[in-house]
């Protein structure tokens, strides 16, 4: 017996037929095909002919094994030798998974590549591109699948197949794409105008930049805990956010990046927020209504806004008299121990560094001599300088009167007085 084709290696899908050949043996002659895992004969047939055939149409895999034929004509029976099938399954497309799966990976992690046909005899010869680059070649011979594992880069971004073959042609996976991302590294904030000082009124910019990092990158702003804005950048050049300043934006600046890999913290950034001074109010304390030579008069210089430190100037008739710094606001005072030459109109001038503000001026008018002052009331009040006598009891003294007390010694009116 033989076979058609006459290879005993047989593909499956095509078709296979057993040829029996019977010389010398008297007709007819009753022809039995076999397999030789099966008792019963696959085929009978009764023929006169020399050569008789018995057709597998599509061969699979099940038909694998040892055939014979068997010639009986009654009188005599004959068996041929066996011939055995080899049936060799072409692979089929192989797949490809990743593990982990999904199509982005952090850099740096282990990915593993697997390539598996479900069909075709073994051994299977598997091969692993990236973009139509030989990667790696493996042969298995008792699973149809086979890995392949390696550290990602940047670089290993793009789009992976897989090849099987034994011998019957490759097949060719479908290509699966690997995004490797580059986790964000801890981003810097910036502002701009730089410096840790900054005027109220100004415009400030916050700038927030990961040097490393696959985009899109998600970047969001903090005065300290509490969120300003947020920007998702699909570039690596940062993200900005700008804002009008005010007394209440002074504090700790800080950003987080985050690409879906973990979220980075920049450094704190402090910014002091620096308000000019207004203008200031000049106001002055004398001991009584009008001010008088001996009087001590306090010069009080106070802005109602304006961060301090601040430096406050003293001036009469714009001649500097005294400069004060108040650290923490409440206003500079200065007092002047009075003589009459300290008539005149009195200003202040406030600077905190960012712009000097005078005040309105207040004129003060320095009035009567050291000694006597003497008001209208009930009873007549004398002040007598240290070391004259106090008049006695029924003295009689003249008085020279003005609207603004009297002086000492009497010089014109006489005005009896006795003392309480």
Known sequence: MHTRPALELVIAGQELVLICSVDGVPGPVRIFWYKKSNKKPMKAKIQNSLNE???????????????????????????????????KVPVSPPGLTLSPPGDRA????EVTLQCKAQRGSLPIQYQFFREDVFLKEIEVTSLRTSSFSFSLTAEHSGNYYCTADNGLGA??????????ITPVSPPVLTLSPPGP???EGDLMTLHCV???????????????????????????????????LT????????????NGFGSKHSEAVSLSVTVPVSCPVLTLRAPGAQAVVGDVVELHCEAQRGSPPIQCWFYRNDVTLESNSSLSGGGSSFNLSLTEEHSGNYSCEANNGLGVRRSDAVSLRVTGLPGLRLWWGTWWSFTVRPG???PQSGTSFIMRMSPWGAAWPPLEEEHSSTSP
């Open 53 to 87: 055939e018995f057709k597998i149409t599509m061969v699979k895999k099940r038909d694998a094994g040892e055939y014979y034929c068997e010639a009986n004509n009654g009188r005599l029976s004959f068996r041929s030798k066996s011939v055995t099938i080899n049936v």
């Open 106 to 109: 952090p850099e740096g992690d």
């Open 171 to 180: 097949q060719r996976s479908r290509a699966v794409h690997l995004s490797v």
């Open 247 to 258: 007394s209440e934006h002074s504090g700790n600046y800080h950003c987080t990046a985050d």
């Open 197 to 199: 000082w900054a005027v």
């Open 210 to 244: 990961a040097q490393k990092g696959s985009p899109p990158i998600q970047y969001q702003f903090y005065h300290g805990d509490v969120t300003l804005g947020s920007s998702s950048i699909p570039s690596g050049v940062g993200a900005s956010f700008s804002f009008s």
């Open 388 to 390: 004259e006598a106090l």
